[in-house]
């Protein structure tokens, strides 16, 4: 496995993502995403959108705004709780974001712990430049602020969104009217939100600004059946609990039935919207070996939480968190409807009484981790071929379709053909160099497959993963390629195979 460094190198010179403003040094913690990036990114995005929102009846999305009224974050506890811990060390004056130091040296999950539980576990560090005293721990504000409108005052204070969450409370009446949503149901949203980190880290892993993909799905307490269970119930995990944890033991496999009966996850819905989540990943080519799902410890859940469990992904820096997924109960509207003074409930007609719907499940996946996540399954540095392959799955690769004239002159035969394919693919024409030299572009790239147009009738498709071969017709070949991408159609079986 490469390790993050020369994965940011790789993405820099593929044209996957650079440092935001290179020209100028970059912008630590920031990062602009290139000629390739931007389509991977759209095709995490838009993988996510279809399967959690648009293939179900229960999920409808919204598109909030970025600055908001700041009143929603003081209902939300961003305003008050919204810190993280600085401490610096009194020798050598080097300045660290205390759970990152805490998780470092004593290798505890730490991070939104309170102040308390923080300092407690700072008294067993010392600084890791010099091993000298640390000094006073100190709180620090992350939302970054901004002013609206032309003069600065108390007044016109307002917050770039620390997550998309809260725009999803604060319209949650007009959403369920509009889209006229029962319970249970759930409310998405994607979009960028910004966090002043103290210590950016590790790539695009740890950014100030960063996009999100989250739901909150809310059910009837009175209700806490799970009718989707079945889909997911016969598959298997790699689960912490944290009774683990304090044992110091490993993840193991669990089968989801079997993690219900013994309690491990609280409630079926939490356990469902997990399972869902790490088959979003599976579906789209990642190995579940190389994710587990570790729940909160006693001192890292919020107060009002029944349940929280992280989905954590294994990088070369060890196992961390891409996902969030709390059962958050009733907090985030019950804030809401304290300082909105607006009714939030909804009647129940079983029960002939309002209620105010739990939120089962929050699950709350950056798409830069993700993004990384992805780059990570697929590199493979194949010293056979003497190039990197990105295995990408086919829904994710930037490009779909490379198309290759073989000589120059059967240029116009060439261009005809990635003329009528790119009216439905992302395709690259590539007429640079040898046939060798293009293939290996288009692996380092992604592309799953490779047009290669010479004289004879028909032409040629190559696979990325298996390098195979195989010779179809040109009126076949967007009907072929359709059924490649989709994953209808056998590549062996969808011509002649080239020897
Ligand atoms: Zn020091």
């Known amino acids: 496995m490469v390790n993050i460094e020369e994965m940011a190198v790789f993405c820099k010179k593929k044209g996957f993502v650079y440092p935001s403003g290179e020209i100028y040094g970059g912008l630590n913690g920031f990062f602009d995403y290139g000629p390739l990036g ?72 730490i991070e939104g712990a309170p102040l308390e539980e923080i300092q407690k576990q700072l008294a067993k560090v010392k600084c890791t430049k010099c091993k000298g005293d640390l000094g006073e721990a100190a709180a620090f504000h992350t939302m970054f602020e901004t002013n609206v409108g032309p003069v600065k005052t108390k ?8 997550e998309t969450a809260q725009l999803i409370f604060n319209n949650f009446k007009l959403v369920v009217d509009n889209a006229r949503l029962k319970l249970p149901f759930g409310i998405a949203q994607m979009g960028k939100a910004f966090r002043n980190e103290i210590s950016p880290r590790n790539f695009l892993f740890r950014c100030r600004e960063f996009e999100q993909m989250e739901m909150e799905y809310f059910i009837n307490p009175n209700d806490k059946k799970c009718p989707y269970l079945a889909e997911v119930k016969t598959d298997s995990f790699q689960v912490l609990t944290a ?17 219900l009966k013994k309690k491990v996850f609280k409630s079926e819905w939490h356990a469902y919207w997990l399972a869902t989540e790490m088959n979003w990943f599976v579906s789209l080519g990642c190995n579940s070996k190389n994710f587990r799902l570790r729940q909160h410890t006693p001192d890292e859940k919020a107060h009002y939480s029944e349940d929280c469990w992280d989905l954590e992904y294994k990088f070369p820096w060890g196992y961390k968190e891409i996902q969030g997924i709390a059962d958050r109960g009733t907090f985030d509207l019950d804030q809401h409807i304290k300082h909105s003074k607006k009714n939030l409930t909804l009647f129940d007609e079983v029960a002939k009484k309002k209620i105010v719907p739990v939120v089962i499940a929050e699950p709350s996946l950056g798409v830069d981790r993700s993004f990384l996540v992805f780059m990570y399954e697929a590199y493979n540095d194949d010293k056979k071929r003497g190039n990197v392959v990105l295995n990408l799955h086919p829904k994710l690769a930037p490009v779909k379709v490379g198309v290759f004239p073989l000589v120059n002159k059967v240029g116009d035969k060439a261009m005809k053909v990635y003329a009528d394919l790119k009216k439905e693919f992302v395709c690259a024409y590539d007429k640079g160099g040898s046939v060798g030299r293009r293939y ?16 004879d009738s028909g032409v040629t498709i190559r696979d990325r993963d298996s390098t195979k071969q195989i010779r179809v017709g040109e009126s076949e070949l967007l009907e072929v390629l359709r059924g490649l991408l989709a994953g209808s159609l056998k590549f062996e079986k969808a011509g002649k195979l080239v020897k």
């Open 38 to 109: 931007v389509e991977l990114k759209k095709n995490i995005k838009s993988n996510w959108w279809k399967s959690h929102v648009q293939q179900r009846d229960d999920v409808a999305g919204i598109d909030g705004s970025i600055v908001t009224n700041p009143k929603t974050w003081v209902a939300s506890g961003h305003v008050e709780n919204f810190i993280d811990v600085m401490v610096s060390c009194t020798k050598c004056n080097v300045r660290f974001r205390a759970d990152q130091l805490i998780e470092e040296v004593l290798d505890i999950s």
């Open 155 to 162: 007044k016109s204070l307002a917050y770039l969104r620390p």
């Open 440 to 455: 290996a572009r288009a692996d380092e790239q992604g592309v799953p497959y490779c047009v290669t147009v010479d004289f």
């Open 243 to 259: 009774t683990m944890q304090k044992k110091k033991q490993k993840e193991k496999m669990m089968k989801l039935s079997d993690a």
